[in-house]
């Protein structure tokens, strides 16, 4: 059994280390920098009259906030931008819409709750 085992464990090691020297080759190409234009995007938001008023409203200063837009890395800038790009236009709209569907609902639920209380009154007299 241990000789199986020994075996077993040299011919892995032996496979290991002469396929250790055999490795893909390597490709290179150029990279593109998505982050700039990321940020030029994240400073027309910005500079929109809307945003700087929010802005305004929350005690930020358009100015700061491009300046942190500036110090972002670039896969913190791609995310925001991307995050930017997934928002609603009208913001919570998903909530106003499935409002009516979860006051439905919790009706129905309420509605058969009482229906089965009432069941259980009716059958205990």
Same mark, same amino acid.
């Given at each position: 059994?241990?000789?199986?085992?020994?075996?077993?464990?040299?011919?892995?090691?032996?496979?290991?280390?002469?396929?250790?020297?055999?490795?893909?080759?390597?490709?290179?190409?150029?990279?593109?920098?998505?982050?700039?234009?990321? =940020?030029?995007?994240?400073?027309?938001?910005?500079?929109?009259?809307?945003?700087?008023?929010?802005?305004?409203?929350?005690?930020?200063?358009?100015?700061?906030?491009?300046?942190?837009?500036?110090?972002?890395?670039?896969?913190?800038?791609? =995310?925001?931008?991307?995050?930017?790009?997934?928002?609603?236009?009208?913001?919570?709209?998903?909530?106003?819409?499935?409002?009516?569907?979860?006051?439905?609902?919790?009706?129905?639920?309420?509605?058969?709750?009482?229906?089965?209380?009432?069941?259980?009154?009716?059958?205990?007299?």
């Amino acid at each position: 059994m241990k000789s199986k085992f020994r075996h077993t464990v040299a011919s892995v090691l032996i496979v290991s280390v002469f396929t250790m020297g055999l490795s893909a080759p390597a490709q290179a190409g150029i990279v593109g920098t998505q982050a700039g234009t990321d =940020r030029e995007h994240i400073a027309a938001v910005i500079d929109r009259e809307e945003v700087r008023t929010r802005l305004a409203a929350y005690g930020v200063d358009p100015a700061e906030a491009k300046a942190r837009v500036a110090a972002l890395t670039d896969e913190e800038a791609t =995310r925001l931008a991307s995050e930017m790009d997934s928002l609603a236009a009208g913001g919570f709209v998903e909530s106003i819409i499935l409002l009516p569907i979860y006051l439905a609902v919790v009706l129905v639920v309420g509605v058969v709750y009482l229906i089965g209380k009432a069941i259980k009154a009716g059958t205990s007299n």
